[in-house]
């Protein structure tokens, strides 16, 4: 079955510009999440979503980060402005199991490396 | 707060020689446990898992990790070390009614020839 994808697998912006990444999960999965892996870091759920309604954006900066997943499929994430720190890699990953506290593996996308100059 | 601890972010061993990865985390209440793999300029792939059951769990590529509950421990082993183990390796952690994994920050594997 095809993985996990994502695009683009880079981007270099400069600080306040807007940028946005695509995620496209295993099909049939109905949970996909967000991640950043800061350098040196493991990653960090930003956002997680059971088909297209929000489980957990608690770590999610929503003043400047937004996510969609319309139609419960693929997913987009915005950085609107960035900022340096922004600077790391998300990765997407999806499930077939849903929440609560059940388990489910998670498949991993590539990433995208994100530099914010 | 709940956390995961990886003990040495950077590890080297010897190409044969016997991998031991730490990992511990704080809890009471037995997790899931995870460990993955992540080589360069790649996602994470995951290697075990340990959810119920036998405490011993073996995984792909010759790893095996044990989970010992009075250690709050989840350590991952391999006994002969190969160049292709050469990656970033991460613990993670989700607890019973939780929606999320946790990570630890993540140990790199250097072989040496």
């Known amino acids: 079955e095809a993985g996990v994808a994502q695009s683009p697998r880079y981007k270099i912006i400069e600080k306040r510009q807007s940028v946005a990444f695509w995620c496209n999960p295993i099909?049939?999965?109905?949970?996909l999440y967000w991640y950043q892996q800061i350098l040196g870091q493991g990653p960090k759920l930003l956002i997680q979503?059971?088909?297209?309604?929000?489980?957990?954006d608690s770590q999610l900066p929503k003043d400047r980060f937004s996510a969609e997943r319309l139609k419960g499929v693929d997913s987009t994430l915005k950085i609107q402005p960035a900022k340096l720190e922004d600077s790391a890699v998300y990765l997407c990953?999806?499930?077939?199991?849903?929440?609560?506290?059940?388990?489910?593996?998670?498949?991993f996308g590539p990433g995208t490396r994100l530099t914010v100059t | 707060a709940q956390s995961v601890t990886q003990l040495g972010s950077h590890v080297s061993v010897s190409e044969g020689a016997l991998v031991l990865l730490r990992c511990n985390y704080s809890?009471?209440?037995?997790?899931?446990l995870f460990w993955y793999v992540q080589y360069p300029n790649q996602g994470l792939q995951l290697l075990l898992k340990?959810?119920?059951?036998?405490?011993l769990v073996k995984g792909i590529n010759g790893f095996e990790a044990e989970f010992k509950k009075s250690e709050t421990s989840f350590h991952l082993t391999k006994p002969s070390a190969h160049m292709s183990d050469a990656a970033e390796y991460f613990c993670?952690?989700?607890?019973?009614?939780?929606?999320?994994?946790?990570f630890g920050q993540g140990t790199r594997l250097t072989i040496n020839p």
């Open positions: 099909s049939g999965h109905a949970t």
């Open positions: 979503f059971q088909n297209n309604g929000v489980v957990d």
């Open positions: 993670a952690v989700k607890w019973p009614g939780a929606q999320k994994l946790v």
């Open positions: 990953a999806s499930s077939s199991a849903g929440g609560g506290g059940g388990f489910g593996e998670q498949y």
């Open positions: 809890s009471s209440v037995p997790p899931y």
């Open positions: 340990y959810t119920t059951g036998a405490t």
